[in-house]
């Protein structure tokens, strides 16, 4: 049975009432019922502070610098800053897939950190981040480039990150970034991404004249795909068969010589747009190159970028560009024949970040299935403002939930699958819901592009069909049923 407006709006008051008046009344702002024909471009309040103590699952700064942007570039060692622990848990956790030996001259799930002590605290840490630079550059002497990714503690005790890569730079003669990117810095990983956006222009895309080289008429750059699972690669392989030369991708099995070549590209292609609009709209204000948001998720989101993007090129491209699709047709085709019948009309709720709440809902509709909720951890406004049109009316849309509204949400949609992180997966689980790891795939992948539609949709049909989930109940509710057992026989 769907839902309408008032239906949808009866769920959110009710999960409100719990809260006390202040906090009923800024959580209120975060929270709304979606409707495609509103004309007003404020939709839902975003990029504010979470309420301490509402659970929030946001990431931090040093997260979306390091585990988002650099981290993935394989040819740096991007240096943790700080105690041992932001490092090692930001490390080779989004299975950022890239070639190259590891060790030799790749290096991103390789852990390198300062290692602060109480000592480090004191006294500062500066001269060990020099010797951490000279050892490591000793060790791995093929490394292109170092990227230096401040913890809190840093901005705390007020290291001199800059000063020690300016002059380990010169001295080594290899690119070393400072990245001020402190996990307290602003609301949530989202300003990280702008931190390490701006240290690419400062110390990567400034040297971009020095570099040579030998540009075509077709050459583009993918920005903002972390190549998780290999998205990317399946994502090449649509724009290399449409005629095109993907010269650089960001980051995901991305190198520095590929980001400096990057304003000479003919078209900036991007993946996420919460990631990496700021260094494209740069590269548009300074190097002339145009940007467009393409989607690579399913059939339909697949056959509209192409043409997107065809479209920015000659007659020849565009001609080439219906013959791939066509060729594709067949292919995922077979592949919504054969998953389409066991997911229609199931339904879905989305609590994820970067792009993904608004990018994989065509993939899930080409297999029938309907979308009752979707929100955004990290969002800004614009990236409402892009989701509204591609949701029904009357889809729930929520901005930094709590773990309390995730489950109460889940307990009133009652969806046949959610798609989340890793910290809402075994809560969910543990309820009976069927549950997809959408941030970094559930270990599978990919799932950008004609090969990664049919990876999708065996897993989607997989995690939901799975039998086990008739036979799991919640802890919690099994009790309950115990309870009133032992009621009835005493």
């Not at 980051?251 to 993946?271: A, C, F, R, W, Y």
């Not at 069927?434 to 004609?450: A, E, L, N, T």
Request: charge should be negative; proline fraction near 4%.
């Amino acid at each position: 049975m769907s839902m309408n407006k008032q239906d949808t709006q009866a769920i959110i008051d009710e999960i409100l009432e719990v809260y006390p008046e202040v906090a009923r009344e800024e959580r209120k702002k975060h929270l709304t019922v979606n409707d495609p024909n509103e004309t007003s471009t404020k939709c839902i309040t975003s990029n504010r502070k979470s309420l301490p103590g509402v659970m929030t699952v946001r990431g931090c700064s040093y997260a979306g610098s390091k585990g988002v942007v650099w981290g993935p570039v394989k040819d740096m060692i991007h240096i943790s800053h700080g105690p041992v622990g932001c490092g090692q848990y930001s490390r080779a956790g989004r299975r950022n897939y890239y070639t190259g030996s590891t060790g030799v001259d790749t290096f991103g799930t390789i852990n390198f950190t300062t290692d602060f002590q109480e000592r480090d605290i004191v006294f500062g840490g500066d001269k060990k981040l020099a010797a951490a630079i000279d050892e490591i550059d000793a060790l791995f002497p093929l490394a292109k480039g170092y990227s230096v990714q401040s913890e809190c503690p840093v901005g705390l005790i007020g290291d001199d990150i800059e000063a020690v890569s300016k002059t380990k730079s010169e001295e080594l003669g290899k690119t070393i970034v400072p990245v001020r990117c402190e996990g307290f810095r602003g609301v949530s990983q989202s300003l990280g991404h702008h931190i390490a956006n701006d240290t690419i222009r400062d110390h990567v895309l400034s040297k971009s004249d020095q570099v040579e080289f030998e540009s075509t008429d077709y050459d583009v750059a993918i920005i903002g795909d972390y190549n998780i699972g290999g998205d990317a690669w399946s994502s090449r392989i649509i724009l290399e068969d449409m005629g095109l030369r993907v010269v650089a991708q960001w980051s995901g099995d991305g190198t520095l010589t590929e980001m400096e070549n990057t304003p000479k590209v003919k078209l900036n292609l991007v993946h996420c747009y919460r990631s990496m609009n700021y260094i494209v709209r740069y590269m548009e204000e300074k190097h002339g190159v145009p940007w467009v948001e393409y989607n690579l998720f399913g059939p339909t989101k697949i056959v509209e970028s192409m043409r997107k993007i065809a479209a920015m090129f000659d007659e020849k491209i565009q001609a080439r560009t219906e013959e791939v699709i066509a060729k594709y047709q067949e292919q995922w085709q077979a592949v919504i024949d054969k998953y389409r019948p066991r997911l229609e009309g199931k339904k879905v709720m989305l609590y994820v970040g970067g792009l993904r709440p608004r990018h994989i809902i065509g993939a899930y509709e080409d297999l029938g299935m309907d979308i009752v909720g979707a929100g955004y951890e990290f969002a800004h406004n614009d990236d409402y403002v892009k989701t509204v049109p591609e949701m029904k009316e009357a889809t729930l849309l929520f901005d930094d939930a709590s773990s309390f509204e995730l489950e109460e949400f889940v307990k009133k949609l009652n969806p046949d699958l959610i798609g989340s992180g890793v910290k809402e997966k075994y809560v969910f689980q543990k309820m009976g819901f069927p549950f997809r790891q959408m941030h970094s795939w559930d270990y599978s992948g990919p799932y950008h592009g004609v090969d990664g539609f049919a990876i999708f949709a065996r897993d989607m049909d997989l995690t939901l069909n799975n039998p086990c989930w008739a036979k799991m109940q919640a802890p919690w509710l099994a009790k309950q049923e115990d309870d009133v057992v032992l009621a009835e026989t005493a």
